[in-house]
């Protein structure tokens, strides 16, 4: 892995460069996970939970918005 040289500001901010953000998909609001281990940092991406059920009910409720739609309206009435 090749290291970057980043500083810390005097709040305690360290900014990831865009390149390692875009290259590990690092996002605003992305959660990090910060661990120790002996002198070294070491920070981890944390996926989002709807992030991993991202495409678990795809096409479950219907291919396109108007099907999904259609789909919602039904239940409304059942109910």
Do not use: H
Not at 7 to 22: E, H, N, Q
Not at 27 to 39: A, F, P, Q, V, Y
Not at 63 to 73: F, M
Request: proline fraction near 5%; glycine fraction near 8%.
């Amino acid at each position: 892995m090749k290291s970057i040289d980043v500083t810390v500001s005097s709040r305690g901010y360290i900014v990831l460069p865009a390149g390692l953000r875009k290259e590990m998909n690092i996002k605003t609001g992305t959660k990090i996970l910060l661990s120790r281990e002996k002198n070294r940092i070491i920070l981890q991406p944390v996926p989002s939970f709807t992030q991993k059920l991202k495409g678990l009910t795809a096409q479950s409720f219907g291919g396109s918005p108007g099907e999904v739609e259609e789909y919602i309206d039904r239940n409304r009435k059942e109910r």
